[in-house]
């Protein structure tokens, strides 16, 4: 595990969330507006873009069917009756103005 | 006949009267009042600062009421003097009123410090309408103003200044904000949330002195410190209007002094309200006074029977979108004292319950009050809360809807401010037919003063009322509980530009998918386009100006007004599909080409080298104008529709609607751009254009109704324009038109649109004009994109496995 510097904070704007590719994992930044959370960027349902979802609080919902996760543990709060497994989560911080993430440099693999 | 003379037209003094007409009294009433303005809801005072009610709807009884009732009011006049012994009050006017029964209900006046400099210039107090109105002249955007008290009054006051537009200050001599209805944590959870929404709170501040040539430029703190100020509100409290009675000889400590039936020293003078001392305490809030006004109505008229025997302190407000609650003692330190306490920081949440000898004590609410009437229940009837541990500070779950309203006995007061049990409801709702909240109200005055008991009224009619007609209102969202209809009457009366405004003020302070694109739309349409435009309200569609597809990629249509393009047009249309590897190239049902599998970062360059508008086919917002070829080529054309087409595209295009807007003209009555399923539609005829509205041919099929019939392309198109802008402003969001026209009725929309008085369509022109002139191409966003907005972040570092 290490913390890797991923871009500016401001790149990110305040209730939304922005898509970085590390690897081969896509993952979703989102700036809360009282902090910062990433999370795997691919709903459960269908794949959809979760960075391109409307930010509520600390939740984001999904742009193509409006399924709701939650960004600090990556659980689906609304979707389907049979649960999905929850979205892969992951440390981030902001030093300095900078964000930045721990990554497991085997996941970035996988 | 007898005469009653009243000195005093505020709530306490009308309100017993209004009691005093319940008995059969033989007495000749006069009311003299010292402000020129008949009876009025002080309470509802800081709604006429903050914009929500003007002064006309505040008014309690107007001047019709006084004649019915044989009334004679005398507005205007202050009474200057008592002869007790004469049985006569002298007026500032001269008069000399003979009574032979004298009520005083002479109210009191704003408490002013003697801090140097509180003489100058706009410095004010907040006590009457004038006061409001004097406040709401000077008040305005940027304004430096500052509120001297953090009490109930002085928070109120600087709520409605900032809706005014003021950089508001509250500087509070305590260290936390109203000290006498909430303890320091609810205090302090107050003041957070009141700095969040902008208001800057200065607790523990003393003020020195006001500065300033004449008018006021600042203040000066006892620390030395200074702020500046343009206007200065004073707010640090209230003292009995008692000098008149003291005058005339009776009892006077810090009020008039009456006895629990509300008679004073003199044996023909009673006193009500603000004014008085019962037992020591001095009354301020509303529903101990018309407690009183009833004791005093009987003794008055010859039933002394009732008593007064004080009340327990209990206040229920909104401030800034707080609700905050207090009822009972909040010292916790006095010996035997339990509490029981819950806070929820993030949620902006603190309940804190003083409990004693098993019986409930106190109880303080902040930002969730909607359980006040169990704890006032509790608190008057001394209940043992042994069987209630469990659920002391949520009720337990309801097994049924009533139950909470079933629980209530029918002595308890359910609306506090007008004194009305829930007895006196059911009586009247058996008594009157009662069916309606609006009946209801005329009826019992029931939730008529601060209306905080609305919703508990509103519930108790519906489990009693054989008839009861549910309002048909739906809430926006459960983060912004309230109707559509009120959302946008907030926005407009609170002057809200920004969803984040809106959310912080009036809802949970986050949103969701539901409400934020709502709470967008509202925004700009009721600002006219001069909102505070938040991307993070909008749905993706409508940050990038594409349509997500189920692979996250985009389709990109470009506007083609009329659906006529020229070969230059199709050229490039044909090089960009190839240029940006395009995976399909359709042509759309409304006339329109759309290239379909397109990346978000090739968004830009693709808008760019197409060098054609937004077709807007991603957005609720005008889609199109379909129209059919017309007089210019069809031999059966009679009117031209590509023309009026391609005109009503261009006045109306780049605008957000509360759902898609799609359009069609044709040019005779064979309808072969289908206008008559559109949600406008213009059809040609001989001479004359139809104008069609509220038209669909998507999951159901309506044809759509006629708005009205006219002769010229320019009225065809202004009649247009006008439905289509009612429709934005009337319409919920994602409320089709043909939803829209089947609620109101067609005959509804016609009286308010093409057959209204020509200064309310100019009206509405006026403001679909205002907003057409803050829109804009969206795809121009290419040349000044938000951060990040189009392209991927790039990490500042890659690590490898």
Redesign the interface.
């Given at each position: 595990m290490?913390w890797?510097?991923?871009?500016a904070a401001?790149?990110?704007?305040?209730?939304?969330g922005?898509?970085?590719?590390?690897?081969g994992l896509e993952l979703a930044?989102f700036n809360t507006g009282d902090g910062f959370l990433a999370v795997e960027n691919r709903c459960p349902h269908?794949?959809?873009?979760l960075a391109?979802?409307?930010?509520?609080?600390t939740?984001v919902?999904c742009?193509?069917h409006?399924w709701?996760i939650c960004l600090e543990n990556g659980t689906v709060q609304r979707g389907c009756a049979g649960g999905a497994p929850p979205v892969r989560t992951f440390p981030i911080e902001v030093v300095d103005g900078?964000v930045m993430l721990a990554?497991d440099?085997?996941r970035?693999?996988a | 006949m007898k005469r009653l003379v009243v000195v005093g037209n505020g709530m306490a003094g009308v309100a017993c009267v209004e009691q005093i007409l319940k008995y059969r009294h033989g007495f000749e009433i006069t009311i003299i009042g010292d402000e020129t303005h008949v009876n009025y809801n002080r309470i509802l005072l800081s709604s006429v600062l903050a914009g929500e009610k003007s002064a006309d709807e505040i008014v309690l009884n107007d001047i019709d009421w006084y004649r019915a009732n044989g009334i004679v009011p005398r507005l205007g006049v202050r009474v200057t003097g008592i002869d007790t012994a004469a049985h006569v009050v002298q007026g500032s006017d001269g008069s000399a009123i003979p009574f032979d029964k004298l009520i005083l209900a002479t109210g009191s006046s704003a408490f002013v410090p003697p801090i140097p400099g509180v003489d100058k210039e706009n410095v004010h107090v907040f006590r009457t309408l004038d006061d409001t109105r004097a406040l709401l002249e000077k008040s305005g955007p940027g304004r430096k103003t500052a509120v001297i008290g953090g009490g109930l009054l002085g928070l109120e006051a600087a709520r409605g200044l900032q809706v005014q537009g003021c950089d508001v200050t509250v500087v509070h001599m305590a260290d936390t904000l109203m000290e006498r209805q909430l303890d320091a944590a609810g205090g302090a959870l107050l003041g957070r949330k009141m700095q969040n929404l902008g208001v800057r709170v200065l607790t523990g501040t003393q003020t020195a002195a006001v500065l300033g040539n004449g008018h006021v430029e600042g203040l000066r703190f006892a620390s030395g410190e200074e702020i500046r100020a343009d206007l200065v509100v004073i707010a640090a409290g209230i003292r009995p209007n008692a000098e008149l009675g003291r005058a005339a000889g009776l009892e006077v400590r810090r009020g008039i002094v009456v006895n629990d039936y509300m008679e004073t020293s003199h044996p023909d003078v009673f006193a009500v309200g603000e004014c008085t001392e019962h037992r020591g305490q001095i009354f301020g809030l509303v529903a101990p006074l018309i407690e009183q006004g009833k004791v005093l109505a009987a003794a008055v008229t010859g039933n002394r029977g009732p008593v007064f025997t004080g009340a327990a302190p209990a206040a229920k407000l909104k401030i800034m979108g707080v609700d905050v609650f207090s009822a009972g003692a909040i010292d916790d330190s006095e010996p035997g004292v339990e509490v029981v306490r819950y806070e929820d920081a993030a949620m902006g949440v603190y309940k804190k319950l003083l409990v004693k000898n098993n019986r409930l004590h106190g109880v303080i609410l902040v930002g969730d009050a909607s359980d006040d009437h169990r704890y006032k229940a509790w608190l008057s009837e001394g209940t043992d809360l042994t069987p209630h541990r469990r659920h002391l500070l949520f009720p337990p779950p309801a097994q049924d809807a009533g139950l909470d309203v079933a629980g209530i006995p029918d002595g308890e007061t359910v609306c506090g401010c007008m004194g009305v049990t829930k007895g006196d409801i059911i009586h009247a709702v058996h008594e009157h037919g009662i069916s309606t909240m609006a009946h209801l109200k005329d009826r019992t005055r029931a939730s008529t003063g601060c209306g905080s008991c609305s919703g508990l009224c509103a519930r108790l009619l519906k489990a009693v009322a054989p008839e009861f007609e549910e309002d048909k209102q739906k809430v926006l969202c459960g983060c912004i509980p309230f109707p559509q209809e009120k959302v946008r009457e907030i926005v407009r009366s609170q002057k809200l530009r920004s969803v984040q405004d809106v959310l912080d003020i009036y809802g949970n302070g986050k949103g969701c998918e539901v409400c934020k694109p709502a709470l967008a739309y509202i925004v700009d349409v009721v600002a006219c386009g001069g909102h505070e435009e938040d991307r993070s309200a909008r749905f993706i569609n409508d940050r990038v100006h594409a349509n997500i597809q189920k692979d996250g990629t985009f389709s990109v249509v470009p506007r083609m007004r009329g659906g006529v393009t020229t070969p230059a047009e199709l050229r490039r249309i044909a090089d960009v599909a190839e240029k940006y590897s395009v995976r399909m190239v359709k042509v759309t049902g409304s006339q329109r080409i759309d290239l379909l599998g397109v990346k978000k970062s090739d968004l830009p360059a693709i808008w760019n080298d197409l060098g054609m508008p937004s077709g807007q086919a991603y957005t609720k917002g005008v889609r199109m104008v379909k129209t059919c070829v017309g007089s210019q080529f069809c031999r059966f054309g009679t009117q031209d529709s590509i023309t009026a087409g391609i005109e009503l595209e261009r006045r109306l295009e780049n605008l957000y609607t509360p759902h898609k807007f799609k359009m069609g003209v044709v040019g005779c009555p064979r309808n072969c751009a289908e206008a008559t399923v559109k949600d406008v539609g213009l059809v040609g005829n001989e001479g004359s254009w139809q104008i069609v509205v509220g038209g669909a041919a998507g999951k159901g099929v309506r044809k759509a109704d006629l708005l009205v019939t006219v002769e010229t392309t320019e009225e065809a198109l202004e009649a247009a324009e006008v439905f289509f802008q009612y429709y934005r402003e009337n319409a919920n969001y994602l409320e089709r038109t043909y939803d829209f026209v089947e609620r109101l009725g067609i005959e509804k929309v016609r009286k308010e649109t093409v057959y209204a008085p020509p200064e309310t369509r100019r009206a509405l022109l006026d403001r679909l004009r205002k907003s057409k002139d803050k829109s804009y191409d969206a795809w121009l966003e290419r040349l000044d994109p938000r951060p990040t907005q189009f392209v991927e972040i790039q990490p500042m570092e890659t690590i490898t496995a």
């Amino acid at each position: 595990m290490s913390w890797i510097r991923i871009t500016a904070a401001e790149n990110i704007p305040p209730r939304e969330g922005r898509a970085v590719q590390l690897g081969g994992l896509e993952l979703a930044l989102f700036n809360t507006g009282d902090g910062f959370l990433a999370v795997e960027n691919r709903c459960p349902h269908g794949g959809g873009p979760l960075a391109d979802g409307i930010v509520g609080g600390t939740t984001v919902t999904c742009p193509l069917h409006n399924w709701r996760i939650c960004l600090e543990n990556g659980t689906v709060q609304r979707g389907c009756a049979g649960g999905a497994p929850p979205v892969r989560t992951f440390p981030i911080e902001v030093v300095d103005g900078i964000v930045m993430l721990a990554i497991d440099e085997a996941r970035i693999a996988a | 006949m007898k005469r009653l003379v009243v000195v005093g037209n505020g709530m306490a003094g009308v309100a017993c009267v209004e009691q005093i007409l319940k008995y059969r009294h033989g007495f000749e009433i006069t009311i003299i009042g010292d402000e020129t303005h008949v009876n009025y809801n002080r309470i509802l005072l800081s709604s006429v600062l903050a914009g929500e009610k003007s002064a006309d709807e505040i008014v309690l009884n107007d001047i019709d009421w006084y004649r019915a009732n044989g009334i004679v009011p005398r507005l205007g006049v202050r009474v200057t003097g008592i002869d007790t012994a004469a049985h006569v009050v002298q007026g500032s006017d001269g008069s000399a009123i003979p009574f032979d029964k004298l009520i005083l209900a002479t109210g009191s006046s704003a408490f002013v410090p003697p801090i140097p400099g509180v003489d100058k210039e706009n410095v004010h107090v907040f006590r009457t309408l004038d006061d409001t109105r004097a406040l709401l002249e000077k008040s305005g955007p940027g304004r430096k103003t500052a509120v001297i008290g953090g009490g109930l009054l002085g928070l109120e006051a600087a709520r409605g200044l900032q809706v005014q537009g003021c950089d508001v200050t509250v500087v509070h001599m305590a260290d936390t904000l109203m000290e006498r209805q909430l303890d320091a944590a609810g205090g302090a959870l107050l003041g957070r949330k009141m700095q969040n929404l902008g208001v800057r709170v200065l607790t523990g501040t003393q003020t020195a002195a006001v500065l300033g040539n004449g008018h006021v430029e600042g203040l000066r703190f006892a620390s030395g410190e200074e702020i500046r100020a343009d206007l200065v509100v004073i707010a640090a409290g209230i003292r009995p209007n008692a000098e008149l009675g003291r005058a005339a000889g009776l009892e006077v400590r810090r009020g008039i002094v009456v006895n629990d039936y509300m008679e004073t020293s003199h044996p023909d003078v009673f006193a009500v309200g603000e004014c008085t001392e019962h037992r020591g305490q001095i009354f301020g809030l509303v529903a101990p006074l018309i407690e009183q006004g009833k004791v005093l109505a009987a003794a008055v008229t010859g039933n002394r029977g009732p008593v007064f025997t004080g009340a327990a302190p209990a206040a229920k407000l909104k401030i800034m979108g707080v609700d905050v609650f207090s009822a009972g003692a909040i010292d916790d330190s006095e010996p035997g004292v339990e509490v029981v306490r819950y806070e929820d920081a993030a949620m902006g949440v603190y309940k804190k319950l003083l409990v004693k000898n098993n019986r409930l004590h106190g109880v303080i609410l902040v930002g969730d009050a909607s359980d006040d009437h169990r704890y006032k229940a509790w608190l008057s009837e001394g209940t043992d809360l042994t069987p209630h541990r469990r659920h002391l500070l949520f009720p337990p779950p309801a097994q049924d809807a009533g139950l909470d309203v079933a629980g209530i006995p029918d002595g308890e007061t359910v609306c506090g401010c007008m004194g009305v049990t829930k007895g006196d409801i059911i009586h009247a709702v058996h008594e009157h037919g009662i069916s309606t909240m609006a009946h209801l109200k005329d009826r019992t005055r029931a939730s008529t003063g601060c209306g905080s008991c609305s919703g508990l009224c509103a519930r108790l009619l519906k489990a009693v009322a054989p008839e009861f007609e549910e309002d048909k209102q739906k809430v926006l969202c459960g983060c912004i509980p309230f109707p559509q209809e009120k959302v946008r009457e907030i926005v407009r009366s609170q002057k809200l530009r920004s969803v984040q405004d809106v959310l912080d003020i009036y809802g949970n302070g986050k949103g969701c998918e539901v409400c934020k694109p709502a709470l967008a739309y509202i925004v700009d349409v009721v600002a006219c386009g001069g909102h505070e435009e938040d991307r993070s309200a909008r749905f993706i569609n409508d940050r990038v100006h594409a349509n997500i597809q189920k692979d996250g990629t985009f389709s990109v249509v470009p506007r083609m007004r009329g659906g006529v393009t020229t070969p230059a047009e199709l050229r490039r249309i044909a090089d960009v599909a190839e240029k940006y590897s395009v995976r399909m190239v359709k042509v759309t049902g409304s006339q329109r080409i759309d290239l379909l599998g397109v990346k978000k970062s090739d968004l830009p360059a693709i808008w760019n080298d197409l060098g054609m508008p937004s077709g807007q086919a991603y957005t609720k917002g005008v889609r199109m104008v379909k129209t059919c070829v017309g007089s210019q080529f069809c031999r059966f054309g009679t009117q031209d529709s590509i023309t009026a087409g391609i005109e009503l595209e261009r006045r109306l295009e780049n605008l957000y609607t509360p759902h898609k807007f799609k359009m069609g003209v044709v040019g005779c009555p064979r309808n072969c751009a289908e206008a008559t399923v559109k949600d406008v539609g213009l059809v040609g005829n001989e001479g004359s254009w139809q104008i069609v509205v509220g038209g669909a041919a998507g999951k159901g099929v309506r044809k759509a109704d006629l708005l009205v019939t006219v002769e010229t392309t320019e009225e065809a198109l202004e009649a247009a324009e006008v439905f289509f802008q009612y429709y934005r402003e009337n319409a919920n969001y994602l409320e089709r038109t043909y939803d829209f026209v089947e609620r109101l009725g067609i005959e509804k929309v016609r009286k308010e649109t093409v057959y209204a008085p020509p200064e309310t369509r100019r009206a509405l022109l006026d403001r679909l004009r205002k907003s057409k002139d803050k829109s804009y191409d969206a795809w121009l966003e290419r040349l000044d994109p938000r951060p990040t907005q189009f392209v991927e972040i790039q990490p500042m570092e890659t690590i490898t496995a």
